[in-house]
């Protein structure tokens, strides 16, 4: 083990204000807490920094300006020169050229934050003080994946709260303090013991977590009972650390009197981080794939779902992918391709609506599509509008909700290791059946189908890219429903088999088919959407192909009273949860003039609900009926169809109502569209707005710069009044003079002798002041000082008295002369 295998990294990230926020949290840092501090203050390239004397002055702790790479010293705090990048590789510290984009901030905080994650793990503090523009958001989401601890300025404690402001809306940072805080909460974070064993033992006790887990529950409408026991320790534990709490017990306590708390481990949870291009090797397989699917598409539009898409640059980073294949982003259309990208993380989900991402994402995107994607304004990099536009971003848990159809592409990356075996399996075969024939799944670098590699064929020649298989049993079964939970739902349709969680053999897919024949000798299964997954029997004289009709397979593709009902139905059983029928339509056939629906739900609750849809026919005569010449017999049953017809008014005046409904949720979707469209605007208003953070960045710089030039000037001031003092208590008349003879300051007694009543704060020329008779020429021998550099002694006498005239040179560090001093001195 090395030197620094034990040591925790601090990095530090500040900008416009940052100075005296560094102060603030220096005076703060504990003395010994075997913690390495690097400090990435954004500075002026031409102009020399004096942060290192000035944090110095406010710590006790050794603060060094590197200049070469070092491993470091526990408790010491190092500073970034300007116009250079700091990084920590294999336990040391070194300096590196910018990279990226010239606008740029230097030293890059997300460089910084960056490496410590990648070469500390959980052993990483990451600090955004004040400071203006968006650096360090993506350096927390890497601190935050790592296992590492994230802290941000308060807001209201920041000179400029751009830096830490961005940094809190990624949903990443674990604490905001004021700078004093951090330093006092830092001791206490770093005491903590780094470890799990006290959240492993608590699997012995399933109670007390499944008691967090339920809490979680209640407020966030999401089930994590079925994430990996590891992730969920992991992740308390980094609340718990945060938080400075030890004892898991309290920490419950503390999460049920703490809505906050509950919201910062739900987000910890969803791990909402990515990057663009994440692990390019198989970024270029699948451009390959990509390219293959786009040549051998059958339909018009290719459909791609990118599940838990985070803050959206995977999908983006896919919309390249595809519009490259396409033959570019002026050939992109919706109708050609729609990139559907969820997640169920609201806060990320807003930041891939609006496209726009830190300058430093530059750094992960090929120089070939930097320019043909992307625009820079400022510090910000914003995502072409051709590409936005053909992807679509909701909310959406792929193991809860139900899961888009007909896909052609589907990526899960980095997901699936979070979840235990169990429920990889349930969103597995969601995406199987998600999938068209022969679609593509694009999983993770740690990832694999598992045990559900008869599902899915592993492309060859790439690496984590899969293809649907084709099966040889009927996929209208298995695949419409969820696999382990199919015996559930044929139970729900007959009400005579017990739910079972085994696999779905080829006798149960029979036993549904016989099933469902005999309910529905004619007919066929939808889903929610009205889109038909299966069909028995022969329903041709329902049916209604013209040039108008979609060639989906949907019940727009029934006859005209038809087509309009059987959604209706749809909804009705939904939500009753019992068969309900249509009414009946004209409609020949070989044996029937009459044809009705009746819609049978096969309710799911662990996945999507279907429709078993029944085609009833039968044959009626048209007779014109006398009721005064009926029997009270037959007028009985007269009134009973009557009323079995009104009954049946009845629930075509409710299916209309349903269908206004439906229009209604319509119009609410093209209202939401027109939202949409509205911060489409917003957006583009706010790329208006950044159009001046590169001005804003040079600004940074010139406020450090003056920052550090208002400390120098006190410091002067300090130093002048000081010098003054001497002047005027010394009992020798001098005087200060520079290169052009001129007086800059003098002692009361030299006013006196030279006879000056006020010296000017323009200074006054050597020349000018009266000497005694029989002095010597005092130019004369400033000058001579000057051009020997050497210091002069000139003797004189005044009234039979002896006196000394000292000319002294001034000079700089540099040994550069700036003037000199006269000092005139009596010998008796």
């Given at each position: ?9 601090v ?17 703060n ?12 203050q ?11 004397s ?7 702790l ?8 070092i ?5 010491t ?9 700091v990084?920590v ?8 050229n910018?990279?990226g984009?010239?606008?740029t901030?230097?030293?890059s ?5 960056k490496?410590?994650?990648a070469?500390c793990?959980v052993r ?9 523009g968006t650096d360090g958001?993506?350096?927390v989401q890497?601190i935050?994946e ?5 802290i ?5 404690s ?5 830096m830490?402001?961005s940094a809190?809306?990624?949903g ?5 303090l004021?700078p ?6 830092l001791?206490k974070?770093l ?8 959240l ?7 109670n007390?977590?499944s008691e967090?887990?339920?809490i979680?529950?209640?407020r966030?409408r999401?089930?994590f ?14 609340r ?13 306590q503390?999460c049920?009197?703490s809505l906050?708390e509950?919201d910062?481990l ?6 909402s981080?990515t ?6 090797r ?17 339909r018009?539009?290719?459909r791609i ?6 803050t959206?640059?995977e999908?983006?980073?896919l ?12 050939v992109?259309?919706k109708?050609s ?18 496209g ?9 995107i090929p120089?070939q599509?930097?320019?043909r994607y ?6 910000n990099?914003?995502?072409s ?5 053909i ?6 848990n ?5 899961p ?6 589907i ?10 075996a169990?429920?990889q399996?349930r ?9 068209s024939?022969g679609?593509?799944?694009?999983l993770?670098?740690?990832e694999t189908?598992g045990?559900l590699d008869?599902?899915?064929e592993?492309?060859a ?22 696999q ?14 017990k739910a ?7 006798a149960?897919?029979q036993?549904?088919d016989?099933?469902a ?8 299964i939808?889903m929610?959407?009205?889109?038909i ?22 019940t727009r593709?029934?006859?005209?009273g ?15 949860k019992?068969a ?5 339509h ?8 009459e044809?009705?629906?009746v ?9 999507e609900n ?16 006398i009721v005064e ?8 049953k ?12 009845r629930?075509?005046?409710?299916q209309?109502?349903?269908?206004l409904?439906?229009?209604n949720e319509e119009?609410q ?12 605007l917003?957006s583009?208003n706010?790329?208006?707005?950044t159009s ?9 710089e010139?406020?450090?710069v003056?920052?550090?030039m208002?400390?120098?000037s ?9 010098l003054?003092?001497?002047l ?5 008349p ?8 001129i007086?800059r ?10 006879e000056?009543e006020e010296?000017p704060q323009?200074?006054?020329?050597l020349s000018?002041?009266r ?12 000058s001579?000082?000057?051009r020997?550099?050497e ?5 004189v ?18 040994g ?9 001195i009596?010998?008796?």
């Open positions: 083990m090395s030197d620094t295998d034990d040591l925790i990294f990095g530090i990230a500040a900008s416009a204000g940052g100075l005296e926020a560094a102060s603030l949290l220096v005076q840092l504990p003395i010994s807490a075997n913690a390495v501090y690097v400090m990435a954004h500075m002026s390239p031409t102009h020399k920094s004096l942060l290192t000035l944090i110095s002055r406010e710590t006790k050794p603060v060094v300006e590197l200049k070469d790479e491993t470091p010293e526990p408790n705090i190092y500073i970034t020169p300007p116009n250079l990048d990084m590789e294999n336990g040391k510290i070194s300096l590196h910018p990279s984009h010239p606008a901030p230097k030293p905080a997300d460089r910084l934050f490496s410590i994650a070469d793990g990483c503090v990451g600090i955004v003080l004040s400071g203006t958001s993506y350096g890497a935050r790592s296992g590492g601890i994230t941000a300025q308060d807001t209201a920041a000179k400029y709260d751009g830490p402001a809190i809306e990624t990443c940072v674990d604490l905001t004021t004093a805080q951090m330093g006092q909460h001791e974070i005491s903590v013991p780094r470890d799990f064993d006290a492993r033992h608590i699997n012995d006790q399933p007390r977590l967090l887990l339920q979680l529950l209640a966030t999401i089930d009972r079925d994430y990996k026991d590891n992730t969920v320790n992991r992740r308390i534990n980094r718990m650390v945060a938080l400075g709490i030890d004892d898991y017990e309290s920490y419950v503390h049920r009197t906050e509950v910062a739900h987000r910890d949870l969803l791990i981080v990057r663009f291009f994440r692990d390019p198989q970024f270029e397989q699948l451009a390959e794939e990509v390219r293959t699917l786009a040549r051998n598409r059958q018009q539009q290719l779902w990118v599940a838990g898409c985070a959206g640059e999908a983006y980073s919309a390249i992918l595809i519009s490259e294949a396409l033959g570019g982003p002026e992109l259309e109708n391709v729609q990139i559907f990208a969820t997640d169920i993380d609201e806060r990320a989900l807003e930041v891939a609506r609006k726009v991402y830190p300058i430093t994402a530059a750094q992960d120089p599509y930097l320019e992307f625009t820079t304004t400022g510090s990099l914003v995502v509008p051709e590409i936005r536009a992807t679509l971003f909701s909310k959406h792929i193991f809860q909700d139900p888009f159809i007909n896909v052609d592409l990526t899960l990356r980095n997901v699936l290791i979070y979840f235990n169990l429920l399996e969103v597995l075969n969601r995406i199987h059946y998600a999938l024939s679609g593509l799944l694009f993770g670098t740690s189908v045990a008869v599902q899915f592993a492309r020649g790439a690496d984590k890219i899969y293809s649907k298989r084709n099966l040889a049993r009927r996929d209208g079964v298995a695949g419409f429903m969820d382990r939970r199919l015996g559930s739902s044929i139970a729900q349709a007959n009400s005579q088999t079972t969680n085994a696999a779905v053999s080829e149960e897919i036993m549904f016989a099933l024949k005999s309910v529905a000798p004619n007919g066929f939808a929610q959407n009205s889109n997954v299966r069909v028995f029997g022969d329903i041709t004289p329902i049916m209604q192909l013209t040039e108008d009709t979609t060639l989906t397979l949907n593709i029934l006859r005209a038809l087509r309009d009902e059987a959604p209706s139905l749809i909804s009705m059983a939904a939500k009753a019992i309900r029928g249509g009414r009946w004209k409609i020949a056939g070989l044996d029937f003039n044809v009705r629906l819609c049978y739900p096969i309710i799911n609750p662990n996945g279907h429709f078993l849809m029944a085609m009833v026919t039968r044959t009626e005569t048209d007779t014109e009926t010449s009926l029997s009270d017999k037959e007028r009985t007269y009134i009973l169809q009557i009323e079995n017809e009104m009954q049946s008014t629930e075509a005046l409710q209309t109502v349903e269908e409904q439906t229009s119009l979707a093209v209202n939401e569209e027109m939202q949409s469209t509205n911060e489409e917003q583009t706010e790329e208006l707005e001046n953070e590169e001005l804003q960045s040079t600004n940074e010139l406020i450090t003056n920052e550090e208002q400390i120098n006190s410091e002067l001031q300090s130093v002048t009044i000081e003054s003092a001497v005027n208590s010394t009992p020798y001098v005087l200060v003079v520079d290169q052009a003879l007086i300051r003098a002692s009361t007694q030299a006013l006196e002798f030279f000056i010296l323009t200074g006054m020329h000018l002041c000497l005694p008779d029989g002095f010597p020429s005092i130019t004369k021998s400033a001579e000082v000057f020997l550099r210091p002069l002694t000139v003797p006498e005044e009234d039979g008295k002896k006196l000394r005239m000292d000319y002294a040179p001034l000079s700089d560090s540099m550069t002369m700036l003037g000199m001093t006269l000092s005139i009596r010998l008796d």
